[in-house]
């Protein structure tokens, strides 16, 4: 079996993954399985459907994604039909209609754990593995109730693994940089660059991303990818979707700096 391609979440950031599968394609590296979660498990889809990284470049130039994928907590949660009907647009229905297997990671908030999906409805899978909390409604499954996959699984090389990869490349995008900043009267921490204090959301949001870093180091440690590529991605947060072209050329980068490692994959 070719080797296993496993995508991280991390939002626009996530469109990272783009740049990575361009270098891939331009080396006939063509991964045998495909495992991802959140904005890694849609690229994940469209690679599995056959998209090439023009295609989801230019996809990506011309969709909402905030409309999509709004990330930001408050009451305009994401309505499913929005995202279901542009899935139906775009993907297959189904696991078993892609041309190369796909599994997409997704936390029960019944029971507490981690799920994988990998068969059956494809649209609602990617709809739960991105479903970023208190922005976007959980799904409904077979019982569960399915929240985003970062939760608990942000790089899910152990899914690729699952699905018989021996080998497997990972892209993680969660690292989040070092905030620069200085404290202030108050005890309030302000950004130099803007010279403006944290507030609440991105104070929560910078938790999130502080834990589910944390969080994915521990498991990559466990379950250890053979290559691991972390793209720079100094100037692209969460919600910087309108920095597409810096997201993908940054995966770019990234994998041409690893290439001979790559190229060990088709052996």
Do not use: C, K
């Not at 305009?76 to 009907?85: N, Q």
């Not at 297959?92 to 997409?104: G, K, S």
């Not at 940054?250 to 001979?260: F, S």
Request: glycine share 12%; net charge neutral.
């Amino acid at each position: 079996m070719n080797y296993g391609l496993v995508l991280g979440g991390g939002g626009a950031r996530g469109l990272a993954h783009i740049g990575v599968w361009r270098v891939l394609e331009e080396h006939g590296l063509t991964p045998g399985v495909l495992a991802g979660t959140s904005m890694g498990g849609l690229v994940g889809a469209f690679i599995a459907a056959g998209y090439s990284a023009d295609e989801m470049e230019r996809l990506s130039r011309g969709v909402s994604w905030r409309r999509l994928l709004d990330l930001r907590p408050g009451p305009g949660l994401v309505r499913s039909g929005v995202v279901s009907a542009w899935l139906a647009d775009h993907l297959p229905a189904t696991f078993e209609e892609l041309r190369v297997p796909l599994a997409v990671t997704a936390t029960d908030l019944r029971s507490g754990r981690a799920v994988y999906l990998q068969r059956g409805n494809l649209h609602d899978a990617l709809r739960a593995t991105s479903a970023y909390p208190g922005a976007v409604e959980p799904v409904a499954l077979d019982g569960m109730l399915l929240s985003d996959g970062g939760i608990l699984n942000q790089v899910p090389v152990d899914a690729a693994r699952f699905l018989g990869a021996r080998r497997v490349l990972a892209v993680d995008v969660t690292a989040p940089d070092v905030l620069d900043r200085t404290e202030r009267r108050g005890g309030l921490w302000r950004r130099e660059s803007a010279g403006a204090p944290l507030g609440t959301v991105q104070t929560l949001r910078r938790a999130v991303e502080i834990m589910q870093a944390q969080l994915t180091d521990a498991r990559v440690g466990l379950y250890r990818p053979d290559v691991l590529l972390r793209p720079t991605l100094r100037d692209v947060d969460l919600l910087n979707f309108n920095r597409a072209d810096v997201a993908v050329q940054a995966g770019v980068e990234a994998a041409q700096t690893q290439l001979p490692r790559l190229l060990t994959l088709r052996d």
